[in-house]
Each structure stands twice: as C-alpha cells, then as structure tokens.
C-alpha cells in the first residue's frame, strides 16, 4: 500500500514535473523563432501606379529577405488614410517600423522618428547630390528625420489640338500669356479648369507658386512674421481673379481633386494643374485624349518660376524595436540597384530627388514627363520661404491661402480676402 | 441514524453562510444595481472615457505624436477669435435647422401618405427606406455626379429650357453649396422620419377618427385635432435625434464638398478633423468639437423638459 502510494506520488510529481516544463517549451518556442527570424513593417500608401507597389512584395521584399533572412512586411494604406494610420502608429508606439511620408508627415511626427542623417548624406555623396527640394522636405531643426525619395510634381498640364486652334504651339511662358490663351480658348468654348475648392493637392499646387511667383508669401523666413498682406499678394491676387473670371468654368470654386481628372476626360477643359496621373489615366482610358495632351512647367511671374514640392520620404519609428535592422534595410534600399529598379516600374511618376538620376533612362520613356526633372529645382513646401512647421500644417488644413484666391475670384475685394487671411494666419503663427 | 446525523449540520452551516448573500441579492437595490453595473461599465467605457478624454485633450496643446501641456481655455480662446469659427458654426445651425425641419415636415407627409391604402404598398414602404440605407459616401457620390454641371440631369434639363450653359454651379456657388447639401441630407433622413412616424400613425385608434367624423370634422381638422397631438411625443424623440445626427454630420460634407466653396458648407465636425487629422493640433481640433456640445445640451434639456410636461 505504501509502496503504492509512494509510486503514484512520484509519478504525479513526474507528470506534474514533464507538464510544466512541456509548456514552457511551447511557450518559448514562438518567441525563439521570432528572434531568429525578424520582420520589418514597411508602411506605404496605395501607389496610382500598381506596379510600384506590386516591385517591393515580388521583388523588393524577398530579395532582401534572401540576403539577411529578415522578412519585409509591406504593408498598404488606401489613398488619404496614411496621415491617420501614422498617428495611430506614433500614438499608441506599435504597428509599423518604417512609414512612408507624404508632404507633411517628417513635421508633424519628427519626434517620433529617427535621425537618419547618416544614412541620407552617404546616400547623397554616392548618387550626385540631394536636391534642395528633398532637404526641404526632411530637415526637422537641421535633423534628417526621412530619407527623401521622390516628388509627386504638380504641373500644367495643356490640350496641344485646342491651344493650337488659337495659335500656340508651346506652352505660354508667363502666367499673362497664359491669361491671353485662357481668354480665347474660353470664347471657343474649351475654358481652363484649375482647382479653387476643398481638395488636398491640386488647389495648393498652383496658387501657392502663383503667389511666390509675384512675390508673395505666407509667413517670412524667420517663420514667425506673418507677411501676406503685402502689395506683391495683391497683385497675385488681382491676376487670379480675373484668370478665374475670363479663363475658367465657375464650377471649379467647389472642384476637389478628382473634379478636374473628371473635365479632362470629359474634354471640357483645356488646361489644367495636377499630377502626371492625368497622363497616365488618358493613356490608359482615353487613348485620343492622351494624344493632345501635353504637359509644361508652371508660367512664371515678375519674381521668377515655381513649384509646389509634394515629396514622399521614409522615416523609421523611434520607438520600433528593430530600428538598427530598419536601418540597414533603408540603407539597402537606397543603394541604387533596387533603388533604380524601384523608380523604373513607376516610370517617372516618382521624380527622384536624386541628382544622379537626371538623366536616368526612364526619362526617355515619356518625354512629356520631362518637365516634372525640370521642375524640381524650383520646387518648394507650401509656406516657403519659412521652414516646415506645425503652424504651416495648420494653415494648409485650414486652406487659408486657397480660400483668400477662392473668395477673391468669387467676388471679394482683393483688400478684404487678404485682411482674413491676414487674421488667420496670426492666429495660427500665435505661438511660433 | 448516523449518516444523516453526521451530515446535516453541514448542510445546515452551507446555508447559514450563503443566506446573507441570498437576502442580499433578495434586496431590489443591489439586484438591481447589479444588472445595471454591465451596461455602466459599458457606457463608462465607451462613452465616458472618449468623452472625458476629449474634455481633457481640449484643455491642452497636444500636437499629434507629442505630450501635451496644459493651456486652460487657451484653444476656446482662440477659436473665438477664428473668423472661420464663427462662420461654420453659423453654417451648422443653418444647415441643421433648415434640414430639420424639411425632414420634419417631409416626413409626416411621407409618414400620412404611406398609411394610405393603396397598392403594393408594402413595396413601396421597403424601397423608401433605400436612400437611409445606402451607405452614405456612396449616395453622396452618386450625388456628386449629379451634381456636376457636366453630367448633372438637372443641369441639362435647365439648358434644354433656355438656361444659358451650363447651368448653376452647385457646388462651386456658397449659397447653392449649402443648398445642395441641405438637400442631400434631407434626402436622406427623410425615410428615418417617415417610417418612424408611420410607425406611430398606426397607433392612433380608429375609433377617434371615427368620432371625429361624426362630430363633423374635415380631413385637415382630423389630422390637426386627432393625429397632430397624438403623435407630437414621436415627432419630439425623431427631431431629438435628427438634430444630434445632423449637427454632428461629416460624411457627406467631407466626401461632397470638404467644407468648400471658402468654407461654405464647412461644419463643425469637419472643421475639427481638419484641425485635428489635417494639421495635427489634437487639443484645438478637440475644443472645435466641444463647441457643439452646449447647443446640443441646451436643446435636448429643453426638448426633455418640454416632453415630460406634456
């Protein structure tokens, strides 16, 4: 009976002993593998361009995971959701390692990211030099906090058959040509379309460089001194209005930005401002209407020629617990093979901020891309000449630039639109 | 003898334990309570801790993905001074006023013509729910279709009676922006309001309709005198909830117009999350949104008031 007893005890311990050690290998075994096999999550807005995002997944991502074993999980956000998807990210410190940036996202999250300064001068010295543009984009207080990598220029884009109706072959040079051409394709039925409404790019894209192009910004250098009510404004002003009047169709006060993809491919206006998608969808979609369609620089005004820079950079997440091995992967990235070969399945819808790919064989793909290279030299971030900031995020949310163009065109004194927007902009510079 | 001798004290001492605890839970209160402590528990969650949070983030300067330092009323303060402030609160109450009450009004015509007799009129009920039913960033680009002197079947039929081309701009215009979305609105709730008040046609009695004719009433006094003060506690709860789901309304501004021509159909809630989302100021997006808070109070207190006195 004792011997029993004893027996059975013992091999209760046993069990209980081989049971507790059994779970704690089975608990431990996922966390081993983890260790041994990382992964980086790689955030990105759904590309226009499905071959781009397409490259990183087939090509990008298990090609770096042959090399180093650890696995790129690239991870897609739809179009307008990455502002949000980044917060929640730098909120709550988890869900992704490395994010892509759209233009205003290195400012509003820089303290989240990593100074990655290190990796964007080496990038720089080896492949010819960063544009002007891309430290624009990225400089937070004189840190690197993104790796730039491409613009998304916003430029004129013109319908060749009807401009040649009026007499012109190539694309006015300065905003009053433009004006000129406007008035007489207007009176031949084919008015101008340029965004005055609510969207998210194609308003800021060119009022913004029609206001620096006469000589009027938002806010001075030292980006505190609010400097919009200046005669230089009132005179970019005054030529939006009647650009607005005697050029375009009524209806673009209310446009968002599908609304002028929607006239130009439903042939009712003649010229417009946005992105080479426009291109890209008549060639595509519309194949006649791809034929006349050109694209050209921004006209220039009394104070020179400009752009709005809308660049895409990448940040690594400070808080992320595989930041070295995010950096070694951005600095793979970068090197110009993948790099290269990244850039090429978009074509030149990403315009490289890059010097050593100025003349990059992409570029012959589609010569009427070419002024989007040409374009990146005189691109700046709305608010220029005043350094990124949060009170710049605050005055492009709160479209007070495009609003002072929009009411003027519908009819306020130049005096009166300049006066609020003056208001505004103090109230959001309260702080700077 | 001796089995039950030896067990039934045990019995006895498992109920003397366990009696507090049943006449405690006998006691209605703490029945009660206890029901009620789930749904409390759910509400505190999921009510009151957004809420509060967003009392707190208001009294702050939190630039998403910062900490934030507190500010007092600094961001009520400034909003004051906001002359855009100023204008989508005046383009909220507008907006929700004149909605209201075409949604009011519409709906108990819908609601009185529905309860008529006719034929297939059970179809006819089902496929008026349909625009309260489709999602709403759907509708509203079918609507921003129609609404594209383009494409906008309005807009040809004008021109095709002489209006010169192309006709209104209805969204580029600040007046027929506001238009056009108090319209949309009201296409859209109008079937929350028609249903619920059918629903409750159907509760008035025959009979009274009955004595009403006999007395020699006409239609129009039937409906003023017998449904009119029979349904006004149903109208009272509708307009309740539709003021809340129309001066709180986002959707539809932000896919139709974002708040513009020049901020013309700008509301509250889209004015916060451009200030929150957009440009990052949590803290100043959040007192945007409080804004609406003491009019909606203000208003549900005196519509509770004015329910339970009637």
């Known amino acids: ?432 | 003898m001796t089995f039950v001798s030896q067990h039934v004290p045990a019995v006895r001492r498992t109920a003397d334990r366990r009696a507090p605890l049943k006449t405690l839970l006998d006691r209605e209160a703490v029945f009660s309570w206890l029901l009620m402590a789930l749904p409390l528990l759910f509400l505190a969650s999921l009510v009151g801790y957004p809420f509060v949070y967003g009392l707190l983030l208001s009294l702050q300067d939190r630039p998403v993905a910062q900490t934030g330092t507190f500010v007092g009323f600094q961001n009520f303060v400034v909003n004051f001074h906001d002359p855009v402030f100023w204008q989508v609160a005046v383009n909220t109450f507008i907006y929700t006023g004149v909605a209201t009450l075409l949604k009011m009004v519409g709906g108990l015509c819908l609601a009185v013509a529905m309860n008529q007799h006719f034929r297939m009129k059970n179809l006819v009920r089902a496929l008026l729910l349909l625009p309260f039913i489709v999602p709403t960033v759907l509708s509203t680009v079918a609507w921003m279709w129609m609404l594209d002197p383009a494409f906008s079947v309005v807009n040809r039929l004008l021109v095709a009676f002489g209006w010169p081309k192309p006709g209104p701009s209805w969204l580029g215009d600040p007046t027929l922006a506001m238009i056009s979305i108090i319209i949309i609105n009201t296409w859209r709730g109008l079937p929350f309001y028609g249903i619920t008040l059918l629903a409750g046609l159907q509760t008035v009695p025959p009979e009274l309709y009955e004595a009403a004719t006999i007395d020699g009433a006409g239609g129009w006094q039937r409906f003023r005198f017998v449904t009119l003060p029979l349904l006004r506690p149903i109208i009272l709860i509708v307009t309740l909830f539709s003021i809340i789901f129309t001066f709180a309304d986002f959707q539809l501004v932000y896919v139709l117009t974002h708040g513009g021509p020049q901020n013309a159909t700008n509301l509250f809630a889209t004015y916060a999350f451009d200030i929150a989302m957009g440009a990052g100021q949590l803290g100043l997006g959040a007192s945007v949104a409080l804004a609406m808070l003491p009019a909606l109070a203000v208003l549900i207190v005196a519509l509770t008031i004015y329910m339970r006195r009637n």
């Open chain 1, 1 to 432: 009976m004792t011997k029993r007893a004893t027996s059975s005890a013992t091999s209760r311990r046993r069990f209980l002993k081989l049971a507790t050690a059994g779970t704690a290998v089975v608990l431990s075994k996922p966390q081993l593998a983890r260790a041994q096999s990382k992964t980086i999550t790689f955030l990105h807005e759904s590309s226009f361009i499905k071959p781009f995002d397409e490259y990183v997944q087939n090509v990008l991502a298990p090609a770096y995971q042959k090399q180093t074993g650890i696995k790129v999980n690239y991870e897609i956000t739809s179009v307008g959701s990455l502002p949000t998807r980044i917060s929640t990210v730098a909120e709550t410190g988890s869900g992704a390692d490395v994010t892509m940036n759209g233009l205003l996202q290195v400012i509003q999250f820089g303290e989240k990211y990593l100074d990655v300064g290190d990796i964007a001068e080496d990038v720089g010295k080896a492949q010819g030099g960063w544009y002007d543009a891309g430290k624009e984009a990225v400089l937070v207080n004189g840190k690197w906090k993104a790796i730039p990598f491409s613009n998304i220029g916003q430029l004129m884009n013109w319908r060749t058959d009807w401009f040649q109706e009026v007499g012109v072959k190539t694309f006015p040079e300065t905003w009053e040509e433009l004006y000129e051409v406007g008035k007489k394709l207007k009176a031949k039925d084919h008015p101008f379309g340029f965004e005055l409404g609510h969207g998210f790019g194609d308003n800021h894209g060119w009022l913004y460089p029609l206001l620096w192009s006469y000589g009027g910004a938002e806010v001075a250098a030292d980006g505190k001194t609010v400097v919009i009510d200046s005669d230089e404004t009132a005179r970019a002003v005054d030529f939006a209005r009647k650009f607005f009047k005697d050029t375009m169709l009524p209806d673009v006060l209310g446009w968002t930005d599908v609304s002028n993809n929607k006239a130009w491919m439903a042939e009712q206006i003649s010229c417009t401002n946005n992105a080479e998608s426009i291109l890209w969808f008549a060639k595509r979609e519309f194949p006649e209407i791809g034929k006349v369609t050109a694209q050209a620089m921004n006209p220039a005004g009394p104070k020179g020629r400009f752009h709005l820079l809308n660049s895409i950079s990448h940040s690594i997440f400070s808080f992320s617990p595989v930041r070295e091995e995010a950096r070694a992967f951005m600095r793979w990235l970068m090197e110009p093979q993948q790099l290269s070969g990244w850039y090429d399945v978009a074509e030149t819808y990403y315009q490289p901020l890059l010097h050593a790919y100025d003349n990059a064989p992409m570029w012959n793909i589609e010569p009427r891309n070419l002024p989007y290279r040409d374009a990146l030299g005189s691109a700046h971030l709305p608010g220029w000449p005043a350094p990124a900031s949060r009170h710049l995020a605050e005055s492009v949310a709160k479209y007070v630039v495009v609003d002072m163009f929009a009411k003027a065109c519908a009819g306020t004194p130049t005096k009166d639109v300049i006066k609020s927007a003056e208001a505004q902009l103090k109230g959001i510079y309260r702080s700077a």
